[in-house]
Antibody, heavy 125, light 107 residues
Framework: QVQLVESGGGVVQPGRSLRLSCAAS????????MHWVRQAPGKGLEWVAL????????YHADSVKGRFTISRDNSKNTLYLQMNSLRADDTAVYFC??????????????????WGQGTLVTVSS | DIQMTQSPSSLSASVGDRVTITCRAS??????LNWYQQKPGKAPNLLIY???SLQSGVPSRLSGSGSGTDFTLTISSLQPEDSATYYC?????????FGQGTKLEIK
């Protein structure tokens, strides 16, 4: 079955860096667009970044642009999020997400079908 | 960016009730609208994609409708296991924005 397992979270001081990883199994990782979505404590879901199946296209939310970088290694079935210059408001559970694409009535429909369990990042001095 | 607004932010209903949650987009998104359910301490789970298509394994008492800017998620007969927070999300454009969530409690 599909599994996405995040790791790398923890407590980090403001201004420091952290790299999250997401190990994928049970599906053809190299064919899927992947995302990071985060959720601050007691808050809603916030999309963070996406990377195309081959890594050629990347997009980041304005809130993390210039500080976070999404990447992937298809040979290792692993997704990454490099987080630099961390701030207190980056404190959140970070979810790794696999996007499924369906063709419906000549439209290309994307949805977040596969989610990891999340890893908690706490930015605090 | 496309803004997604859900209403209500929270609601309380009884087992067997019919419940409706609405989601409004700041511009037309055709049918590029998904609904997710999240229970405490868990990852979200896809319920409905393309505004009205039920994800495999999701009970048929849940349904979605709408297109353009206005969408609804309906639970026809509320069950105890439906207690959760529900999010809409647009997949029309990047960034893939979510609504702020609707917390559904069982009386």
């Amino acid at each position: 079955q599909v599994q996405l397992v995040e790791s790398g979270g923890g407590v980090v001081q403001p201004g420091r860096s952290l790299r999250l990883s997401c190990a994928a199994s049970g599906f053809t990782f190299s064919s899927y667009t992947m995302h990071w979505v985060r959720q601050a404590p007691g808050k809603g879901l916030e999309w963070v970044a996406l990377i195309s199946y081959d890594g050629s296209n990347k997009y980041h939310a304005d809130s993390v642009k210039g500080r976070f970088t999404i990447s992937r290694d298809n040979s290792k079935n692993t997704l990454y999020l490099q987080m630099n210059s961390l701030r207190a408001d980056d404190t959140a559970v970070y979810f790794c997400v696999g996007e499924r694409i369906r063709q419906i009535n000549m439209a290309t429909i994307q949805s977040f079908d596969y989610w990891g369990q999340g890893t908690l990042v706490t930015v605090s001095s | 960016d496309i803004q997604m607004t859900q209403s209500p932010s929270s609601l309380s209903a009884s087992v067997g009730d019919r419940v409706t949650i609405t989601c409004r987009a700041s511009q037309s998104i055709s049918s590029y609208l998904n609904w997710y359910q999240q229970k405490p301490g868990k990852a979200p789970n896809l319920l409905i994609y393309a505004a009205s298509s039920l994800q495999s394994g999701v009970p048929s008492r849940l349904s979605g409708s709408g297109s353009g800017t206005d969408f609804t998620l309906t639970i026809s007969s509320l069950q105890p296991e439906d207690s959760a927070t529900y999010y809409c999300q647009q997949s029309y454009s990047t960034p893939r924005t979510f609504g702020q969530g609707t917390k559904l409690e069982i009386k």
